[in-house]
């Protein structure tokens, strides 16, 4: 029943990221861009699109957000796009090596944390709570970038996870502590601070750096990523928690 649930708080975020300006073909041009982004860029997006479009008036921006490993399937399979950015370095060299992105840059890093429900009524201390059998835990799926910082986190301490439920990306992950289905989640540093005072944050030790990389798939592409790493994406990249590349 978690897994479904976690699952359906997936796909709900994805529609309603999709269209933050309203564009809805696939074809690529310098006055239509569409973004395919790691759930964990969410909330970035939105400035980051809006300083886009202030440079370039009249310019229309889908973005579509979601689990790295699924963006760069749906390319492989022939969705059209012209930025990629994931969540981290692996995910995207799996592009590269498909002939689906090529030439990418990292423009932002970012931390595994531990959150958990105001109050942290499961007692967790720290990430031995995610090895028991039993305890209300979750993580991403393995193949999601989140889901491999997991992974290395705990294989850190000699661990394995015991999860009850693997969330199809990071979003979904910290849902399943804001809707108070889980005790603890593991999930970026900033999905963390976008939940406010509705959890809390225990940070992990010598936690897993993941680093974001971002492909301009097109040359209608290009200015975007150009955007990110430049002065204007980095501000807003810092404002929102995500480390320097």
Do not use: W
């Not at 980051?48 to 399937?73: C, F, R």
């Amino acid at each position: 029943m978690l897994l479904k649930k976690l699952s359906a708080v997936a796909v709900a975020a994805f529609v309603v990221a999709a269209p933050l300006t309203g564009c809805s073909d696939d074809k690529s041009s310098e006055e239509s861009i569409r973004i395919l982004a790691a759930a964990s860029l969410v909330d970035v997006l939105k400035p980051m699109v809006a300083a886009y479009t202030a440079e370039h008036p009249g310019a229309k921006v889908q973005v579509d957000t979601g689990a790295s490993s699924a963006l760069v399937q749906k390319l492989k399979s022939g969705a059209k796009g012209d930025v990629l950015v994931t969540a981290n370095q692996s995910t995207m060299d799996n592009a590269v090596a498909a002939g689906v992105a090529h030439d990418p840059r990292v423009v932002a890093t970012n931390r595994l944390v531990i959150v958990v429900p105001k109050g942290n009524p499961g007692k967790v201390t720290d990430v031995r709570f995610f090895t028991v059998a039993g305890n209300r835990a979750v993580v991403c799926a393995r193949e999601v970038p989140c889901g491999a910082a997991a992974e290395e986190a705990i294989a850190a301490i000699g661990g394995t996870l015991k999860p009850i439920s693997r969330a199809t990306d990071v979003r979904a992950a910290l849902a399943s502590v804001t809707s108070g289905e889980a005790d603890a989640a593991l999930v970026y540093a900033t999905d963390a601070a976008s939940a406010g005072d509705r959890v809390e944050t225990i940070a992990i030790p010598d936690a897993p750096v993941n680093h974001y990389p971002a492909s301009a798939l097109t040359d209608a592409g290009k200015g975007f990523v150009d955007l990110l790493a430049g002065p204007t994406g980095q501000r807003v990249f810092r404002e929102a928690g995500f480390g320097q590349p």
